[in-house]
C-alpha cells in the first residue's frame, strides 16, 4: 500500500467552470490497490475532481497519468482508456431500455470483442457476486435504487477496471439501501481493487479507505489516513466540516 | 359525368406518383436526417458545423427555390438527372432538416447520465449515439417525425410544376377536359387523405409498440 505504485496521477490540475476555479492545482496520486476517499462541503469540486480521472470533465491545465499513460484526448485512445477505468454514478445512469444483463454484457461486447456467450457467463458471474443473480432479466426500473447501484458495479466491474471511480453512489439512496451498496464496494476494496470515492458516509470512509483526501474550494487541504484525519483534522476548515456532519 | 370512375387510371397514375414520392424523399429525409442530428451533437467542432449549416440552409430556404436550384442548378454542373429523382433530392434534403431538429429534440429528452454511462464504458461517438441515446430517443421522435412526413406528403405537390407525375398535378387534365373543378379536387384532396392519414396510422402504431416494449 505504499505509493510506489502509482497507478492514477494528477499533477497540478486546474479546471474552471466559467469564472469559477472548481479545482485548484491538483496534485494527487493514487496507489495500485489503494482505496481514496474524496470528502468535503459541497461545491468543493470533488465529484468534478473524480469525474476528470476519466475525463468526463476535461481539464484545463495539468497532467493526469493512468498507468504511466496521459489521458489522451477525445477519440479512440479516449475510449480504450475509459474501458479500463469503472465509473460509478450517483444516478446509476443504467442503461433503461436494456435489461439488467444487457446492461453488463453490452459493452463487453461491443468494447471488449468478446463473444455473447463469454460474456454472458461473466455478467451472470458478477450479478451473483453482487447478490442479484435473480434480477438478470428485469429492466433497471423495475429495480430498487440499491439493486440498481449494485448493477451499475457489476457493469463496470464487467469490463476488468484497473481503478474504480464512485461519484457520490449511495447519495441518490434510501437509507436503508446505503448499506447493501457500501457493502460491495468494501468487498471490492478488501480484494485490492483501486478505487477513488466520492462520498459523504463517513463510516465507509473510516472503515474501508486507505486515505482520506479532504477538499474544499477546489483545493485539497488535507490527505491522510483515516484515523489521524478523523481524529485530529488539522485545517481549520476540515475541524469545521467533520463538527458539521458527525454532530447529529 | 363521374371524375373519379371516368378517369381511374389518371388518378391511379397521379397517386402513385405521389406515394412514390413521398416514400423515395421520406426514406432519404430519414437517413440524412438522423446522420445531420448525429452530426449536430457530434463532440468534433467541424461536424457541428455541418450540421448546422445543412439545417440553416434547407429549413429556411423556400421549398419551390430548392426546386429551381436543383432542376436548374444541378445541370450547369453537368449532373443530369430525370426530373422524379431531382424532385426526390430537393424533397428529401429539405426534409431532413426538420428530422433532424426533431431527432435532436428527442435526443434531448435523454437524460445525459445515460451518454455519459456509455461513454465511460469506453463506447466511442457512433456507439453511444446508435446503441444507448437514439434507442431511448425514439419515442419522443416519433410524433413530430410523423407529422414531418405527413407535411412531406404534402409538398410532394410542388413536384407536379416541374412535370413529375403526381396527384395535384392531374387536375390540369380534367380541368381541360371540362370537368368540374371543385369535384376534382375534391378527389384529389381524398387522395391525399388517404396518404396522409395511412402516415398517422403507421406513426400511431410505432408509438404504441415503443411504449410497450420500454
Known sequence: MTSEDPLVVLSGVNKHFGSLHVLRDIDLTVARNEVVVLIGPSGSGKSTLCRTINRLEPIDSGTITIDGRPLPAEGRGLARLRSEVGMVFQSFNLFAHKTVLENLTLAQIKVRKRSKAEAEKKARELLARVGLADQAPKYPAQLSGGQQQRVAIARSLAMDPKVMLFDEPTSALDPEMINEVLEVMRTLAVEGMTMVVVTHEMGFARSAANRVVFMADGQILESRTPEEFFDHPETDRAKDFLSKILKH | ?214
Open chain 2, 1 to 214: 359525368m363521374n371524375v373519379l370512375l371516368d378517369n381511374f387510371a389518371l388518378f391511379r397514375e397521379g397517386f402513385v406518383g405521389t406515394v412514390e414520392l413521398t416514400l423515395a424523399a421520406g426514406l432519404i429525409a430519414m437517413v440524412v436526417g438522423v446522420l445531420m442530428a448525429g452530426c449536430r451533437v457530434s463532440p468534433v467542432r467541424p461536424m457541428r458545423l455541418i450540421g448546422g449549416v445543412w439545417v440553416t440552409v434547407l429549413r429556411n430556404t423556400p421549398l419551390t427555390l430548392l426546386f429551381f436550384a436543383v432542376v436548374l442548378g444541378l445541370p450547369r454542373f453537368g449532373v443530369v438527372l430525370p426530373f422524379f429523382t431531382l424532385a426526390v433530392l430537393a424533397l428529401g434534403c429539405y426534409t431532413s432538416a426538420f428530422i433532424c431538429e426533431a431527432v435532436r429534440a428527442g435526443i434531448n429528452t435523454v437524460p445525459v447520465g445515460q451518454g455519459e454511462a456509455a461513454r465511460s464504458l469506453g463506447m466511442n461517438f457512433g456507439q453511444t449515439l446508435s446503441l444507448i441515446v437514439l434507442p431511448q430517443a425514439m419515442r419522443a421522435v416519433i410524433p413530430p417525425v410523423g407529422s414531418t412526413l405527413i407535411a412531406l406528403a404534402k409538398n410532394t405537390a410542388i413536384a407536379g410544376s416541374f412535370s413529375v407525375v403526381e396527384l395535384l398535378g392531374t387536375y390540369r387534365t380534367l380541368n381541360e377536359l371540362g370537368y368540374d373543378i371543385v369535384v376534382t379536387f375534391m378527389w384529389i384532396a381524398i387522395g391525399y387523405l388517404i396518404i396522409t392519414l395511412t402516415i398517422s396510422a403507421v406513426f400511431r402504431l410505432l408509438e404504441r409498440h415503443l411504449e410497450v416494449t420500454r
